[in-house]
């Protein structure tokens, strides 16, 4: 069974601009998350959707959205990009259940210049 | 406010012996815990989790231990082999009766099995 996958897995943009990222889940999963990663932060929740509805949100402004796609297939969106939303950002996928396994993809890194 | 804290971003052991890494939480309401591992490159990979209806949970290699009066949990390998070399990644999840898949993760500790 593949795994989580994630595109682009490298983005360079400029202060100001948008960027569109991808993520497609494991087959059969419903819930997809967000996640950001950047030095001594570890990692932080953006969002949640399963069901193509958003089930639950972190505390990120709302330069910061998402959707899911009736294939459970999510797309996270930053517009007005700053320097400090260069990250690693992840998606990661599970079954149904809020106590299922996540699994996560390799990522896709954002630099911001 | 870090609600789940690794206050050892690293930790270095000899192949063959004990790793212990450390998580405190603050949020009494968590209810399940999970520890993942990351290499570079690639993203988090599940290892184990615990519940706090139980203190102790063992897989393989792989103890994680709940002190739910302290909040604090711990990951015990043994014994260590190279390959664990990577960063270990503590995550607490608040069920509160909700669905949510809504993680809350250390910052994470860097460990490094020496051959």
């Known amino acids: 069974k593949a795994g989580v996958t994630q595109t682009p897995r490298y983005l360079i943009k400029t202060r100001g601009q948008q960027v569109t990222l991808s993520c497609s889940p494991i087959s059969g999963h419903r819930s997809v998350s967000w996640y950001q990663q950047t030095p001594g932060q570890g990692l932080q929740f953006l969002f949640e959707?399963?069901?193509?509805?958003?089930?639950n949100k972190g505390n990120f402004p709302g330069r910061f959205s998402g959707r899911q796609f009736s294939n459970s297939r999510s797309e996270m969106n930053v517009s007005t990009l700053e320097l400090g939303d260069s990250a690693l950002y992840l998606c990661?996928?599970?079954?149904?259940?809020?106590?299922?396994?996540?699994?996560f993809g390799p990522g896709t890194r954002l630099t911001v210049l | 406010d870090q609600q789940v804290k690794q206050n050892s971003p690293s930790l270095s052991v000899q192949e063959g012996r004990i790793s212990i890494l450390n998580c405190d939480y603050t949020n009494s309401m968590f209810d399940y815990f999970l520890w993942y591992k990351k290499y570079p490159a690639e993203g988090p990979t599940f290892l184990i989790s615990?519940?706090?209806?139980?203190d102790k949970n063992e897989d393989g290699r792989f103890t994680v231990f709940l002190n739910k009066s302290a909040k604090h949990l711990s990951l015990h390998i043994v014994p260590s082999q190279p390959g664990d070399s990577a960063v270990y990644f503590c995550a607490a999840k608040n069920g509160g009766g909700g669905a949510t898949n809504k993680l809350i993760f250390g910052t994470g500790t860097l460990l490094a099995v020496q051959p």
């Open positions: 959707y399963f069901s193509e509805t958003q089930r």
């Open positions: 615990i519940s706090s209806i139980k």
């Open positions: 990661a996928s599970s079954l149904v259940s809020s106590m299922d396994t996540q699994y």
